[in-house]
């Protein structure tokens, strides 16, 4: 069994800073891509950042230049620290992870249960 833990959100003011963490445990062989996305109240869930094994990133234009995707290979766990918010940032955050369980498995995709940003004053 694969688990993605997030953690770090919480409330804080415009302009302030979160750093959010997502911790992948269990069966793990390799982690190819990890990412951020994001859902608003009575929005889809979009894309926030996302960040492959090599270290190469994409980000949502609306995050960039304030948030940085980034990983700890050896700790299977990936950051997003979040500079600059604002109150349209606020949303439920989700982790996931694209990765095999054994040498030469099948790639599968699994998520995160979310953790709640939100910005305001």
């Known amino acids: 069994q694969v688990q993605l833990v997030e953690s770090g959100g919480g409330l804080v003011q415009p302009g302030g800073s979160l750093r959010l963490s997502c911790a992948a445990s269990?069966?793990?062989?390799?982690?190819?891509?990890m990412g951020w996305y994001r859902q608003a109240p009575g929005k889809q869930r979009e894309l926030v950042a996302r960040i492959t094994s090599g270290g190469s990133t994409n980000y949502a234009d609306s995050v960039k230049g304030r948030f940085t995707i980034s990983r700890d290979n050896a700790k299977n766990t990936c950051y997003l620290q979040m500079n600059s918010l604002k109150p349209e940032d606020t949303a439920v955050y989700y982790c996931?992870?694209?990765?095999?369980?054994?040498?030469?498995?099948?790639?599968?995709?699994?998520w995160g249960q979310g953790t709640q940003v939100t910005v305001s004053s």
């Open positions: 269990g069966s793990i062989f390799s982690i190819n891509a």
């Open positions: 996931n992870a694209v990765l095999r369980q054994s040498h030469g498995g099948t790639l599968r995709l699994y």
